[in-house]
């Protein structure tokens, strides 16, 4: 890795997320940019992405410019390159400006709702990434790390999503690093999940690391929870998952791991798409 994107929208909540992206960039000697999204007013965060305020631009520049300087001052003690700029716009529409002018990156790394004021703004940001950057996406507890990730969980269900995971990972691991291959299912596995974890283990084996196989048979907890629990419990620094393998609509409708990690993440978490 060589350029990490970090992506912040409130200054004042945004400090764990900078210094752990630093962190990270400076394990990996990359470069660190950190996109500052400033939204336009609202009438209230609970009627996001309705309720948009009407200021004149000249205000959103300003306000944008005093968030990007509160930003680069809570950078300043980086030892790594570090670039800032900031986006505004209103906030149904800053997701969109952000995959449009920034998608080249080796990682993109965001914080959980509690780093963020607008928790709509921030979900939309993820999803549009995921499904439109091609770049591996952290969530990262404003309390987490992952300057080396020596440990670490795949949740796996076959499928090109959770292929991509996988290789992501491997680009993340350090070498001999632990990784527990988790399947999860109401039901015994079957023997196709069963042949295909098989194939994941000996692909880890070959690039040199640790990785083992876990079934896990959980009837009172979804999928997203019991890989969460898994980890913690693992002392994992990492939980590694395909995102929206599912379509968007039936996550949004029925849902699913994805968007339930992305509303709660309680450890480090990788998506893949």
Known sequence: MKNILAIVEAPDR???????????????????????????????PALVPLGAMYVPDEVMVRDSKANVAAVEALAMGAHCPVAVFGLH???????????????????????????????????????????SSGTPLVILPPDRRVVRVRHA?????????????????VRLLEPEAQVDIVIVSDRPV????????????????????????HHLVDREHCEADALQQFAIEAHADLLAIGGFGHSRIREV?????????????????????
């Open 14 to 44: 945004a400090a764990p997320i900078i210094d752990a992206a630093a962190a990270m960039a400076l394990a990996h000697e990359a470069h660190l940019e950190i996109a500052v999204l400033t939204p336009g007013p609202v009438a209230s």
């Open 89 to 131: 716009d209103d906030v149904a529409w800053l997701a969109g400006d952000l995959r449009r002018s920034r998608q080249i990156a080796d990682l993109i790394v965001i914080g959980t709702a509690v780093t963020w004021e607008l928790h709509w703004l921030r979900r939309r940001v993820i999803e549009t990434l995921i499904l």
């Open 153 to 169: 969980v795949l949740g796996w269900k076959p499928g090109p999503e959770a292929n991509r995971a996988l290789h992501d990972l």
């Open 190 to 213: 079957q023997a196709a999940d069963d042949q295909s974890g098989l194939e994941v283990r000996r692909h880890l084996g070959r690039h040199g690391f640790l990785a083992e196989l």
């Open 253 to 273: 409708m029925l849902g699913g791991v994805t968007r339930a990690i992305i509303e709660d993440a309680r450890i480090p978490v990788l998506l893949s798409h």
